[in-house]
């Protein structure tokens, strides 16, 4: 995980991101609050922020959050998002996880979405420690484990397969897929593993608006194909479910590690 951080990444996909990803189970929030008794006094880490999915539901019970991404899309798209929520104490920086040493800390709590996958785990961790006050710690916050694969994912998977080829593992991704490791490495102790299911109902928009939102298939990369990608996935997707819709089931998992 010695990559530098790649500008295309998650270009363009930062609108799509904030709309169309997946949502986070709201008693998974819920729960983090209760497990570090947030409160109008503490300050939130948000790492790998992008539009601020986590950012601003924290910013309600904290004093303050740091919200954090190497992408200039996502912080704006951050910005946007807290001026429509009227959410005024969210300190947005474009910086990515190698500059959280230079972050002023304390901070009672560190969150995490999806994020922590594409960082140098044991670096990011060792920098946190020292930012982190005591009886605080590290929430990691992620699709949970046995979310189940629904019908519309493998088609539309084929399709952007066949659109823009197999992908690559890229190089700033972690080949070990759990955090535990990397955890257990470090000095965080982990207390809990819960997972919180919900339910979304996506209609073929809101199908195509999701996988732009992904890396792997971004509009960017598309380029002058968009229009011909967008129409065969409405024809895979109605192929599947000629009413358009699909209830997905999805779980979100909460991993607590407190500072030790």
Known sequence: MSEPYDPDLFRGAAEYYARFRPPYAPEAIDHVIA????????????????????????????????????????????????????????????????????????????????????????????????LVEDGGGIAAIAPGERRPQEAWEGEAARVVKRYLGEQPWHPQRNREPRHEPALERSRFAITSYVEFRSRLTRDVASIIGCLYSNSSSTRRRLAGRKEDFEADIREAMLRLNPTGLFHETLETGVLIAMKR
């Open 35 to 130: 497990a570090f008794d947030l409160g109008g006094g503490d300050r939130v880490l948000d790492l790998g922020c992008g539009p601020g999915t986590l950012t601003i539901p924290f910013s309600a019970v904290a004093a303050e959050v740091v919200a954090m991404d190497p992408d200039p899309g996502m912080i704006a798209e951050g910005r946007r998002q807290a001026l429509a929520a009227g959410v005024a104490n969210i300190d947005w920086r474009n910086a990515g996880s190698r500059e959280v040493g230079a972050v002023e800390g304390p901070f009672k709590l560190v969150v995490m979405g999806q994020s922590f996958h594409w960082m140098d785990r044991d670096q990011v961790l060792g920098d946190l420690h020292g």
